[in-house]
C-alpha cells in the first residue's frame, strides 16, 4: 500500500483569509477613480505582503517551491477565491515566488508582511503591475529597450538552477508585415521631426538677428541724439 506523501508546509487559514477579504474589497471598489484605484491596490500589495512573508520559510529546489507545497498553496487559494479566479491565483503564485526570488527571501523563517511592505517600499512598488515587472526584470529595461522589444520581438528565457536565462526561442513582435509598416512610418516622423526642428532653428536664428540689429539700430539712435 503506498502511503501519500506528507507536506512539510501548509499555508495558514490566516494567510489564506486575509488575501480572500482583500480581493473581495477590491471588487467591492470601482477602479474610476484615483482614490479607488489606490485603495485596491492597497489591498493587493497587503494581500501580497502577507502570502510572500507566509511562504518565503519555504526552501527553493533550484530557484521555485517544491512540487507539493506549489500545489497545495494555489489549491487554497483557488478554494478561497472561488471558480474563474484561476488566473488571480496565477498572479498572485507567480509574482510572490518572484519576489522571494529577487529579494533573496527563500528560508527565511522571521519573515513578517512589514518586512516584505518595506522591501517594496524600498523599490517602489505600489501595484500589482509593477511588482510583476519587477519580478520579471522588465523594471530594469529603458523605455528604448522595452519598445524594441515590443515592435522587433525578444528571445524566451527558461530558469537554470534558479537563475534566469535565455531561452531557445525568439518571440516576434510585429508580424513582417506590420514591421515594414513601422519602419515606413518611423523614417516619415523622422523626416518630419528633423523639418520641424532645421525650421525651429532656423526660426530662432532669425529673431536673434533680428533683435541684435534691433539693439544696434538703438544704439546708433542713441548716439546720433547725444
Not at 124 to 146: D, H, Q
Not at 151 to 179: A, I, N
Amino acid at each position: 500500500m503506498t502511503k501519500a506523501k506528507k507536506i512539510a508546509f501548509e499555508i495558514a487559514d490566516a494567510t489564506i483569509n486575509h488575501i480572500a477579504g482583500a480581493e473581495a474589497k477590491i471588487t467591492g471598489l470601482k477602479a474610476d477613480s484615483k482614490a479607488n484605484s489606490e485603495a485596491a491596490n492597497s489591498h493587493k500589495i497587503g494581500a501580497y505582503c502577507e502570502l510572500i512573508s507566509s511562504i518565503a520559510s519555504v526552501k527553493m529546489k533550484k530557484g521555485n517551491l517544491p512540487d507539493a507545497v506549489s500545489k497545495s498553496v494555489k489549491e487554497a487559494l483557488l478554494l478561497a477565491l472561488g471558480t474563474g479566479k484561476d488566473a488571480t491565483v496565477k498572479r498572485y503564485f507567480d509574482n510572490s515566488v518572484g519576489a522571494i526570488r529577487h529579494f533573496d527571501l527563500a528560508g527565511m523563517t522571521q519573515a513578517t508582511p512589514a518586512m516584505v511592505q518595506e522591501f517594496f517600499d524600498a523599490e517602489g512598488i505600489t501595484s500589482e503591475n509593477k511588482l510583476a515587472k519587477l519580478v520579471s526584470g522588465e523594471a530594469s529595461k529603458s523605455k528604448a529597450k522595452l519598445l524594441a522589444e515590443k515592435v522587433v520581438g525578444k528571445w524566451s528565457t527558461k530558469r537554470e538552477e534558479g537563475k534566469k536565462v535565455q531561452g531557445d526561442k525568439f518571440c516576434d513582435g510585429l508580424s513582417d508585415e506590420e514591421l515594414e509598416e513601422f519602419h515606413n512610418i518611423m523614417r516619415e516622423l523622422l523626416a518630419a521631426r528633423k523639418a520641424f526642428r532645421n525650421t525651429a532653428a532656423a526660426k530662432a536664428a532669425e529673431a536673434d538677428a533680428a533683435a541684435e540689429n534691433s539693439d544696434v539700430d538703438a544704439a546708433v539712435d542713441a548716439m546720433m541724439a547725444s
